[in-house]
């Protein structure tokens, strides 16, 4: 069978610094990312199950989440190093068990620099990072060559452990990015002032690193090509420094766009798709070694066009392997239909990581979890019956069915979907429909009965002699006693954003939660007719991709906003607080840009029309002063409650019943809990 993927899924061949060669099965690498396993007591056992897993899906090269070369460049206190021979012993399980499902691991090596999180950062200078509560330690010339000295033993144990090779982070505002950029690096010595004195330390870990690993050692440096914060590097110096970086021994270079401190977006679900590879491409074309394309990339579509068009020899992916270990394999047999898409939440991932937990995803539950969630045969099967179609329920109905059960789902709406149906009609969240194409062929393939557009009862239930019901029917929208809130022109989240109600120029929303956030975003999503999406995206955001200001950065310049909202909050604290920890900031940015007014310690009194008769009037106080907003419109964003109404009649008739997701708690309504629920569920009965 001809590959629907030649380009991507073909070998290929590096070659290494002594003019030997090494064979890549493919051209698709897993991208770093901490996962929080690092730390775990179990983490090298889990780890080794974790990447396994990955290799076994067919990926070519593994790199690892970051690890710091001495104590001083640990992101937290407790954090793993790679600095002495018993760090890197227990490593060679993880090694071992790559190589077994034939594919090459690489050891990321990352210095915090002023990133740190603990008292003892050192710096270029002592800048104090915007994320970090101290100000780090300008390091002296000793420290320096102590650091450089430690990059090149953390390669040799990394080599000592198995590895095939290291990964040098030299972006994202590390340590290695802090010495290339004026920003952090204001020294007046040899190691700072010029280009050529700033990316002098980034050349000499390389050197290191390469000397001490020997010519058949796997050297990936992680290149940041587009800073997106002041005072960041130019084109000119990216250029450079990457030069310079093939000439001291890297065999491949991995760029990568943003610091975390920078407030422009790089892998949200809102960023276009392979947003960033033109710069790759235009990066390429001036170097020697392998250039890799990363950043949003997650369908193997888009990865095939990038490398068919030349933009990149190898593809880098983290959160879509995180999704579905068995991408490439999946894309090899022509089954890419049937791949678990990353929809870009980051609320299993990195949401997680960054709150101090060990990270997974929302798609995937078992992500992180592969040797303590499993889904075996069942040791007898039995009828299931899965009520409501939502994320929830679909994972459990198809975990229950890839087990063996006889399983049939029902839900009183036409289509599956649930809350995610509203989810992917929001701009920026459309990728949530791929879940559902995913769930779709997979109840399909596993042959699972479906009965949708009509509510099903217990004595319906009962009459199948079903032997366990899995209640997922969600929630239902919560309703304030409100006078005024049967007034026409007042509306529910759910008929606004399936456009089953008009929605004038002017209009209110109660509760700004995440619901609200989301009608907000809709209600002043700008038409883009057949403006370039990434174009668009850029300018938005302030986007500078030939970098001839310092980081990329220009000024924002985002369209007019489709209407004038009004974002209401009942509590005082600070507006959204409780989205996404990496996404929050983004959406709160959005709306401003979007000249949305966010008022928090709203009462709300009552709505009554206005004397116009057409418009509305809502009367509430905010932080004790009387307001009334004349709107077109006031839409009902409150909250939501369980909807489970059907398992007092269950329980009644003897039916054994588990509900989960919103029907359990209603509150913090959380797609990636419903899911995880319903798989956990699922693998036990």
């Known amino acids: 069978?001809?590959?629907?993927?030649?380009?991507?899924?073909?070998?290929?061949?590096?070659?290494?610094?002594?003019?030997?060669?090494?064979?890549?099965?493919?051209?698709?690498?897993?991208?770093?990312?901490?996962?929080?396993?690092?730390?775990?007591?179990?983490?090298?056992?889990?780890?080794?199950?974790?990447y396994a897993e990955r290799a076994a899906g067919g990926v070519a090269l593994i790199v690892t989440g970051g690890l710091s070369p001495n104590a001083e460049g640990n992101m937290f206190a407790g954090m793993r190093t790679m600095s002495v021979p018993a760090d890197a012993a227990p490593h060679r399980a993880i090694t071992d068990a790559v190589h077994a499902q034939g594919s090459l691991i690489a050891l990321q090596l990352l210095h915090a620099g002023r990133y740190a999180h603990h008292p003892h950062g050192i710096s270029p200078s002592a800048l104090k990072s915007p994320l970090s509560a101290a100000t780090p330690r300008a390091m002296s010339e000793a420290d320096?060559?102590?650091?450089?000295?430690?990059?090149?033993?953390?390669?040799?144990?990394?080599?000592?452990?198995?590895?095939?090779?290291?990964?040098?982070?030299?972006?994202?505002?590390?340590l290695i990015n802090q010495f290339a950029a004026p920003r952090s690096n204001q020294r007046t010595d040899g190691w700072g002032g010029s280009a050529e004195n700033r990316i002098r330390f980034a050349v000499e870990a390389v050197r290191r690193v390469r000397a001490a690993t020997g010519p058949r050692f796997i050297l990936i440096y992680r290149l940041s090509m587009l800073d997106l914060v002041e005072g960041g590097c130019t084109w000119d110096e990216v250029v450079m420094l990457a030069r310079a970086i093939?000439?001291?021994?890297?065999?491949?270079?991995?760029?990568?766009?943003?610091?975390?401190?920078?407030?422009?977006?790089?892998?949200?679900?809102?960023?276009?798709?392979?947003?960033?590879?033109?710069?790759?491409?235009?990066?390429k074309k001036l170097l020697r070694i392998p250039v890799v394309a990363s950043n949003r990339i997650n369908d193997?579509?888009?990865?095939?066009?990038?490398?068919?068009?030349?933009?990149?020899?190898?593809?880098?992916?983290?959160?879509?392997?995180?999704?579905?270990?068995?991408?490439?394999?999946?894309?090899?047999?022509?089954?890419?239909?049937?791949?678990?898409?990353?929809?870009?939440?980051?609320?299993?991932?990195?949401?997680?990581?960054?709150?101090?937990?060990?990270?997974?995803?929302?798609?995937?539950?078992?992500?992180c979890r592969e040797t303590e969630l499993n889904i075996t045969p069942a040791a007898s099967r039995r009828k299931i019956a899965v009520v409501g179609a939502g994320p929830g329920g679909l994972s459990a109905a198809v975990t229950a069915a890839e087990r063996g059960h006889d399983v049939t789902l029902y839900d009183a709406a036409a289509d599956i979907g649930g809350q995610f149906n509203l989810a992917r009609r929001i701009p920026g969240k459309e990728e949530y429909a791929q879940t559902l194409r995913y769930y779709g062929h997979r109840l399909q393939q596993l042959g699972v009965r479906m009965q949708m557009g009509a509510a099903v009862n217990a004595t319906d239930l009962a009459a199948t002699g079903v032997d366990h019901v899995v209640l997922a029917t969600g929630v239902r929208p919560r309703q304030p006693d409100l006078p005024g809130i049967d007034l026409p022109g007042v509306a529910g989240y759910a008929d606004v954003i399936e456009g089953r109600v008009p929605v004038g120029q002017r209009v209110a929303i109660i509760g700004a939660g995440g619901i609200g956030f989301d009608v907000a975003e809709m209600l002043t999503h700008e038409d883009l007719g057949t403006a370039d999406e990434?174009?668009?995206?850029?300018?938005?955001?302030?986007?500078?991709?030939?970098?001839?200001?310092?980081?990329?950065?220009?000024?924002?310049?985002?369209?007019?906003?489709?209407?004038?909202?009004?974002?209401?909050?009942?509590?005082?604290?600070?507006?959204?607080?409780?989205?996404?920890?990496?996404?929050?900031?983004?959406?709160?940015?959005?709306?401003?840009?979007?000249?949305?007014?966010?008022?928090?310690?709203?009462?709300?009194?009552?709505?009554?029309?206005?004397?116009?008769?057409?418009?509305?009037?809502?009367?509430?106080?905010?932080?004790?002063?009387?307001?009334?907003?004349?709107?077109?419109?006031?839409?009902?964003?409150?909250?939501?409650?369980?909807?489970?109404?059907?398992?007092?009649?269950?329980?009644?008739?003897?039916i054994a019943v588990t509900p989960i997701g919103g029907a359990r708690i209603a509150s913090g309504l959380d797609a990636t809990r419903a899911i995880d629920e319903g798989m956990r569920l699922a693998a036990s009965l």
């Open 144 to 174: 320096i060559q102590q650091t450089l000295d430690d990059y090149a033993h953390a390669a040799r144990l990394a080599q000592s452990a198995g590895y095939d090779g290291v990964e040098v982070m030299g972006a994202e505002g590390y």
């Open 246 to 283: 093939e000439d001291a021994g890297a065999s491949i270079i991995n760029p990568y766009v943003g610091w975390h401190e920078a407030r422009v977006p790089t892998i949200a679900a809102l960023v276009p798709r392979a947003a960033f590879v033109g710069m790759t491409a235009r990066l």
């Open 534 to 654: 990434r174009a668009h995206f850029a300018a938005t955001w302030g986007i500078d991709e030939s970098v001839r200001h310092r980081g990329g950065l220009v000024a924002p310049q985002p369209a007019q906003p489709a209407r004038q909202v009004w974002l209401l909050q009942r509590t005082d604290e600070a507006p959204g607080k409780r989205l996404g920890k990496t996404t929050g900031w983004i959406r709160r940015a959005l709306l401003g840009r979007r000249q949305v007014p966010i008022w928090t310690g709203v009462h709300y009194e009552r709505i009554t029309r206005h004397r116009d008769g057409q418009a509305l009037e809502l009367h509430m106080t905010v932080r004790g002063e009387p307001r009334t907003l004349v709107v077109d419109n006031v839409v009902i964003c409150a909250g939501q409650e369980s909807e489970d109404s059907l398992r007092p009649a269950l329980e009644a008739a003897g």
């Open 300 to 367: 193997p579509d888009v990865a095939e066009q990038i490398l068919a068009r030349g933009d990149a020899d190898l593809v880098s992916m983290a959160r879509p392997l995180l999704a579905d270990p068995e991408f490439v394999n999946k894309a090899r047999v022509g089954q890419s239909q049937n791949i678990n898409t990353c929809i870009a939440c980051n609320q299993g991932c990195l949401d997680a990581v960054f709150s101090g937990r060990i990270s997974g995803c929302m798609v995937n539950p078992r992500a």
């Open 1 to 50: 069978m001809t590959s629907p993927y030649p380009c991507l899924l073909s070998p290929f061949t590096l070659t290494h610094a002594d003019g030997s060669q090494i064979t890549l099965r493919c051209r698709v690498m897993m991208g770093s990312m901490h996962t929080g396993l690092e730390e775990h007591p179990e983490g090298i056992a889990r780890m080794a199950a974790y």
